[in-house]
Nanobody, 116 residues
Framework: QVQLAESGGGLAQPGGSLRLSCAASGRIFSIRPMGWYRQAPGKQRELVATISRSHVTNYGDSVKGRFTISRNNVDNMVYLQMNSLQPEDTAVYYC??????????WGQGTQVTVSS
């Protein structure tokens, strides 16, 4: 089994910043692809950013240039630095890890609210 625990969500003002963290634990014996997704009320879950074992990154169009994903392979941590936050970034943010052969595990999610 694999467990993911997100932290760092909260309330930010438009133009502000937040940093999310995700800790992966359990039966993880190799460095796995990880990512962040988000789901706003009434909308489908969407890609925010992914990062491979070799730190190759991919971003959703709506966050490019504002968000940065990074990881610490030693501690099985993944981070999401969110700058220039906008009200449309309000959502529950989920961390995901992909285990072999293609099994996805999700965290419980952390709420991010951007409002003045």
């Amino acid at each position: 089994q694999v467990q993911l625990a997100e932290s760092g969500g909260g309330l930010a003002q438009p133009g502000g910043s937040l940093r999310l963290s995700c800790a992966a634990s359990g039966r993880i014996f190799s460095i796995r692809p990880m990512g962040w997704y988000r789901q706003a009320p009434g909308k489908q879950r969407e890609l925010v950013a992914t990062i491979s074992r070799s730190h190759v990154t991919n971003y959703g169009d709506s966050v490019k240039g504002r968000f940065t994903i990074s990881r610490n392979n030693v501690d099985n941590m993944v981070y999401l630095q969110m700058n220039s936050l906008q009200p449309e970034d309000t959502a529950v943010y989920y961390c995901k890890i992909t285990m072999p052969p293609s099994q996805d595990y999700w965290g419980q999610g952390t709420q991010v609210t951007v409002s003045s």
